[in-house]
């Protein structure tokens, strides 16, 4: 590992035999699944499959109906700053004041609203890790300007370091590359992997399509049809596997250069597309947009 110490042998996240229920059903059940400390795991599947309450779960924020969780050994929720969230779908309307350094540093402060302000030493602490968490993004550029006003991608990069700014040991991101376009998925994803592999930090990170970020992949959870299957890329990301889960004809094609590329996954035109729901086939090459 990146500082010295040796592996852990604990994982970042356990659910054994996991069901949660929302609105009288099963969302997932009977649900295994080992994410081990310092990997980039994706959660991949249809929407409305239970991506989000997944991460929900290991937030502890959506209580179990059946079975375990357990965030470094330890039952969800109990993890407080050692867990960076990055929730799905959000937005600053461009009327938005708030500077992107703010937005930053709320990810330390946030829980003390009330509270006094850090003043002396501790709040020098606190501007160092928001500086640090910014340049790790690189967004020193325009993290100065208000939120409102920067792209959506450099909003995606401010709340990505605002996840970080504790110095979490899992971080957790729902959809951060949706709204991005494809040079800044495959950017946003390599700087994601890029920080994972430098500090050691555990990343389950929820995507819509695998094809931007399968080259940093350790592993892959996939959710659908009321279950998660979890695996190596490599085992999890093949016509078989895919093409059962999402009860639609699904092919994996592996380019010259030995990426894969996933043709005919469902896309959000076809929501909730189950064994019953039709579908619609959409290519998603991303070869050339590095
Ligand atoms: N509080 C709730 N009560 C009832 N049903 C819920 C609740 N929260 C979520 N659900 C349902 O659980 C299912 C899974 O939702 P979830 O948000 O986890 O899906 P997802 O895989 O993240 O989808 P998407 O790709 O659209 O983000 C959906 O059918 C949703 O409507
Ligand atoms: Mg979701």
Redesign the pocket.
């Known amino acids: 590992m990146a500082d010295g110490r040796l592996p852990d042998p604990t994982p970042a996240v356990r659910l054994s035999d996991a069901t949660v229920r ?2 009288g059903r099963d ?1 997932w059940s009977h649900v295994d699944l080992v994410v081990e400390p310092g990997t980039f795991v994706a959660v991949l ?1 249809p ?7 997944l991460v929900k779960a290991v937030l502890g924020v959506v209580p179990l109906s059946g079975g375990r969780i357990e965030v470094f050994g330890r039952p969800p929720g109990e993890g407080g700053r050692d867990i960076g969230y990055l929730p ?1 779908r959000r937005s600053f309307d461009a009327g938005m004041r708030v500077r992107g350094v703010d937005v930053v540093r709320m990810g330390v402060d946030g829980d003390r609203w009330g509270l006094p302000l850090p003043w002396g030493s501790a709040r020098r602490a606190r501007d160092a890790r928001v500086d640090e968490a910014i340049d790790m993004v690189g967004a020193g550029d325009y993290a100065g300007r208000p939120i409102g006003e920067v792209s959506g991608g450099e909003q995606q990069r401010l709340l990505i370091a605002q996840a970080l700014v504790r110095h979490p040991r899992l971080l957790l991101l729902d ?1 951060p590359l949706d709204s991005l376009d494809l040079p800044n998925q495959a950017a946003v994803a390599s700087l994601i992997s890029d920080i994972s592999r430098a500090s050691g930090i555990t990343v389950l990170i ?1 995507a ?1 399509d695998v094809n931007p970020i399968a080259s940093a992949l350790d592993a892959v959870v996939y ?1 659908a049809q009321g279950k998660a299957v979890s695996g190596t890329p490599d085992d999890v990301i093949t016509t078989g596997t895919l093409s059962a889960l999402y009860g639609t004809p699904i092919e994996v094609l592996t380019t010259s250069d030995g990426r894969r590329v996933v043709v005919g996954q469902p896309d959000a035109a076809s929501h909730h597309a189950g064994p019953h729901g039709h579908t619609h086939g959409h290519t998603h090459d991303h070869g050339g947009s590095e």
Do not use: M, W, Y
């Open positions: 929302l609105g969302i599947g929407n409305g499959a239970g991506k989000s309450t799905q959809e929820v819509h959710v």
